[in-house]
């Protein structure tokens, strides 16, 4: 499958698509353990990839959630604004400041 096929998926069709797969691998692999050749020589790679895809936007959805969560929680967190007091009074300055030296 294209990432872009899964991606336009639902969480829900996409975790039902990654059991499934995963499912289908432990079945190839014990296939392939036992002597016996899979059909299709192919099927094994990209049964791999497509899990590897599959993981991978399941790992995308859960820091993109973490990531509003947090988000969420510095905007409740955020300090309010400190009334501002009366503006304060310049000094004036030293005389040995404003002297020019030689």
Known sequence: MKF???????AEEREKKLKELQLELIKLNAQVATGTPPRNAGQLKRL???LAKLMLLKGLD???????KTQ???TQLK???KPTSAP?????PSEK???KTK
Do not use: G, N, Y
């Open 79 to 81: 300090p309010q604004p």
């Open 4 to 10: 872009k096929d899964l991606s336009r998926m639902a």
């Open 88 to 92: 304060k009074k310049d000094k004036k």
């Open 97 to 99: 400041t404003t002297k």
């Open 72 to 74: 969420q929680v510095k």
């Open 48 to 50: 791999k990839k497509d």
């Open 62 to 68: 859960e820091k993109k959630a973490l990531h509003q």
